[in-house]
């Protein structure tokens, strides 16, 4: 059960709402709208096959808007910034550069952005996060921002989105079933003692395992059946790899704070709590998104290892 480099990027959620016709049933969820023409949606997600390398989850152009849909197992208030960077991206695909320069005003879709939000860390229904929120001076009025709609669709939450998204609703009790089949799993192998290394193929058989059972219970329950028993061995390899993810991340937030501090005070983020948990976010979102899993794998064990790849980021970004 292999997967190629490229497609490790990809979530179950990217790859459920591909589909044009479940994609439009979102859109006409979270817009409380009844449109029924999936072929009027034009795709514009980034796939990372350009010279800049890019890769968003979802962007699309509809009824005169450019809806940007990203999918977070993380609060991370970065993603303004993220998001300013696809936006920016996709228009520069759409619009020609030539016309910028014109004396008459173009026409542009309405940007929307919009990030579903699934982990495990607490976070209320609906969470705004601003670019402007990110800026070194603090302005009344700042002279660009963007602003991100985060929405959990965690169980037991939005439920009126949920009523009205039967593949949102579908998707969050999946979620909902691989981790509880995770956790037993877990509590049936408590010999081992950090389930997220996947330097060990047993415990990534055991999450494996986990996750298929987790499909089985769904395809025999009719949720998500159809994409389940189509997708169900890339689902389950994207599902190792997002748990694994997912888990760095909390428990990134839970125990490692302290070294998060140090470390972001030697690098220049300054000192204390928040801007060590600040400082130790914005360096794994760069490895997550570079495809660099075993580095926050080893990262994490191996406080050394940490420092050098801080010195890697802040060189990467001083290039930049």
């Given at each position: 059960m292999k997967i190629d480099n490229q497609k490790y990027k990809d979530t179950v959620f990217r790859k459920l709402f591909h589909?044009?016709?479940?994609?439009?049933?979102?859109?006409?969820?979270?817009?409380?709208?009844?449109?029924?023409?999936?072929?009027?949606?034009?795709?514009?997600?980034?796939?990372?096959?350009?010279?800049?390398?890019?890769?968003?989850?979802?962007?699309?152009?509809?009824?005169?808007?450019?809806?940007?849909?990203?999918?977070?197992?993380?609060?991370?208030?970065?993603?303004?910034?993220?998001?300013?960077?696809?936006?920016?991206?996709?228009?520069?695909?759409?619009?020609?550069?030539?016309?910028?320069?014109?004396?008459?005003?173009?026409?542009?879709?309405?940007?929307?952005?919009?990030?579903?939000?699934?982990?495990?860390?607490?976070?209320?229904?609906?969470?705004?996060?601003?670019?402007?929120?990110?800026?070194?001076?603090?302005?009344?009025?700042?002279?660009?921002?963007?602003?991100?709609?985060?929405?959990?669709?965690?169980?037991?939450?939005?439920?009126?989105?949920?009523?009205?998204?039967?593949?949102?609703?579908?998707?969050?009790?999946?979620?909902?079933?691989?981790?509880?089949c995770i956790k037993e799993a877990k509590e049936r192998n408590k010999e081992m003692n950090d389930i997220i290394d996947m330097n060990d193929i047993t415990q990534k058989e055991v999450v494996s395992s986990a996750i298929s059972r987790a499909i089985d219970e769904c395809i025999s329950e009719n949720i998500l059946k159809d994409f389940l028993l189509e997708n169900k061995e890339e689902v389950i390899e994207m599902g190792v790899l997002g748990y694994s993810a997912e888990r760095h991340l909390q428990v990134i937030q839970e125990e490692s704070y302290e070294d998060g501090v140090k470390a972001g005070y030697d690098k220049g983020y300054g000192n204390g709590y928040d801007k060590g948990e600040k400082a130790l976010a914005e360096l794994y979102d760069w490895l997550f998104e570079n495809n660099r899993v075993s580095d926050v794998q080893k990262a994490n064990k191996d406080s050394k290892y940490r420092k050098d790849l801080f010195d890697e980021y802040i060189a990467s970004k001083n290039k930049n």
């Open positions: 589909d044009k016709r479940r994609l439009l049933e979102l859109y006409n969820g979270v817009n409380h709208s009844n449109y029924d023409n999936p072929d009027d949606l034009e795709i514009t997600t980034l796939e990372g096959n350009t010279f800049l390398n890019m890769k968003n989850d979802l962007s699309f152009i509809f009824d005169y808007e450019l809806s940007l849909y990203e999918h977070q197992s993380s609060p991370c208030p970065n993603i303004p910034l993220r998001d300013l960077e696809y936006v920016a991206s996709i228009y520069k695909r759409i619009v020609p550069t030539e016309e910028t320069y014109k004396s008459h005003a173009i026409s542009i879709p309405t940007p929307r952005f919009i990030t579903f939000y699934n982990g495990t860390i607490k976070l209320e229904d609906v969470k705004i996060y601003k670019l402007s929120d990110l800026f070194a001076k603090k302005t009344d009025n700042p002279e660009l921002d963007l602003i991100v709609k985060v929405i959990n669709i965690n169980e037991g939450h939005n439920k009126e989105l949920m009523e009205d998204c039967k593949t949102l609703k579908e998707y969050s009790i999946f979620v909902s079933k691989v981790r509880k």
